[in-house]
């Protein structure tokens, strides 16, 4: 028994409408690999292997992060040792000139401005900020670490009181009265040497930092983690702080010049002291600018290699795709001719 198969227009055109949306689809696939070089759908391409690649590209990301926060961190420290780096040439210059004021006459109004302008530089210095964050302030880096030292505030409130209080704390006058030409070396020896001196470290500091004495830490690749900052709270600063306070609001242009002596020795002590401090914080920071120098160079080497396995998974031949988007863009004009060819056919014009 014989069978009949029916074609018809309506057929033929639905049949190679599919094959248009089917070699669309498949088109718009080979273009992308032929453009990205990779697979178009990874996953479906590689199966079982997908595990690995997803977890080659993770590693990839949290590298590249690593390098990004490693950049942050880096321009944040280079700032940071530029002030140390600022405020140590203050220091040293104004060394020279407490020990060139120390047998001057008047060297207490010779010394006065640049012991009031490195004040106010200390303090802008240690409320400097990067990328909107304190860099002085430890923990606490959306405040300004260092109270102005300015009529009202609590650094200045509290060594004016020091220097009201009775004796032997005080001296029971303010810097501005006459009666500070009375002050003897021993008692100015006696009062920077413990109300003075406590107003700069422990607790007292409170009211000229609101810094953490902890610094930030920063992870800068898979195994290392480092200080990132550095606290106000450092000796070097303190004893800055002290040594420019000390010369510029004690009533020194008042005092006796042995009396003066004493405040220029104190001073000097300090002051020596702190370019100390700060040569080794200095050599800290750069330590640490060097691990993350060397941090970033292996996460950038652990990229590429990474990214060559990456490639190897995902990597199609793209001569091959190059051909496939050709043969697809031949099948689907193809196609298109013919469709409009059969629209063209009618029974009428065979009537």
């Known amino acids: 028994m014989m069978s009949a198969n029916y074609i018809s227009t309506l057929m033929l055109s639905s049949s190679l409408r599919y094959s248009i949306t089917n070699n669309q689809s ?127 505030s609590a650094n200045k409130n509290q060594v004016d009181a020091d220097f009201l209080a009775a004796p032997p704390a005080g001296f029971g006058f303010s810097q501005s009265s006459p009666s500070v030409s009375s002050i003897t070396p021993a008692q100015m020896q006696t009062f920077l040497n413990t109300t003075f001196d406590a107003e700069f470290t422990g607790t007292n500091w409170t009211n000229w930092s609101s810094a953490t004495n902890q610094p930030l830490q920063s992870r800068i690749s898979t195994t290392e983690i480092v200080d990132s900052s550095v606290s106000a709270n450092q000796p070097g600063f303190q004893k800055l702080a002290e040594a420019y306070t000390m010369m510029s609001d004690l009533g020194n242009t008042n005092l006796s010049q042995a009396t003066f002596q004493v405040v220029v020795d104190k001073a000097i002590s300090l002051v020596g002291g702190a370019i100390d401090d ?12 060097q691990r993350i120098t060397a941090a970033t160079d292996k996460l950038k080497i652990q990229h590429d290699i990474l990214n060559n396995q990456i490639v190897k998974l995902e990597q199609v031949d793209p001569t091959e795709a190059s051909v496939r988007v050709n043969a697809l863009q031949t099948q689907i004009q193809t196609a298109l001719a013919l469709t409009s060819q059969l629209q063209k056919i009618s029974l009428i014009n065979y009537l």
Do not use: C, H, W
């Open 26 to 152: 498949a088109l718009s696939k080979a273009s992308k690999e032929a453009t990205t070089g990779r697979f178009a759908d990874v996953g479906l391409e590689l199966g079982t292997l997908t595990g690995s690649d997803a977890g080659l590209r993770a590693d990839m990301n949290f590298a590249d992060q690593l390098v990004d926060t490693n950049e942050l961190v880096a321009g944040r420290l280079d700032v940071t040792q530029n002030r140390i780096t600022q405020l140590t040439t203050t220091a040293q210059d104004f060394l020279k000139s407490l020990i060139a004021s120390r047998n001057v006459n008047n060297g207490a109004r010779i010394i006065l401005p640049s012991a009031s302008a490195n004040l106010q530089d200390l303090i802008g210095a240690l409320n400097q900020s990067y990328n909107g964050s304190y860099l002085f302030g430890g923990l606490n880096t959306q405040n300004a670490p260092i109270t102005n030292y300015v009529s009202g």
């Open 278 to 289: 700060l040569a080794v914080l200095g050599g800290t920071v750069g330590s640490v600018q």
